[in-house]
């Protein structure tokens, strides 16, 4: 029996709260929630997606925070996400901050973050994605601070 490393919920508009028994998959690859227009919200101990390479939160227009194990949380809560490649928050236009921790993603190599309206700051620690090659700020109207 093959075990999928791909969990896709893409486009599913019944899930408001994301289940943390999903997290038990052993190795999962990528999480595409695209699409997810009634998520609210994604459970905190994200920190068990060691091997997690591809998020995508893509219009995913009612998510207002970001897990702590993701951005806001402890660093070493974000370590255990090192292999995170590609980090799509496109259309999320609750999100109001990303994190501090953000430049902790180290292995992230695309950060797409276009038309998050309300998102004011971004962190200085930006800087510390060496691996970043793309990077998608359209249309965040409401971003005015690079701290």
Known sequence: MKISNVLQLKNYIFIKIFPKSFFEIDILLELDLEGCSR????????????????????????LKTLPKSILISLPNELDNLISLTTFDIGSCSKLKSLGNE???????TTLIMWRCSILTTLSKELGNLKSLTILNMNLCSGLITLL
């Not at 905190?44 to 009612?62: A, F, G, I, Q, R």
């Open 39 to 62: 998520l609210i919200i994604l459970p905190n101990d994200m920190e068990s997606l060691t091997s997690l390479k591809v998020l995508n939160l893509d219009s995913c227009t009612k």
């Open 102 to 108: 953000l430049g902790n993603l180290i292995s992230l």
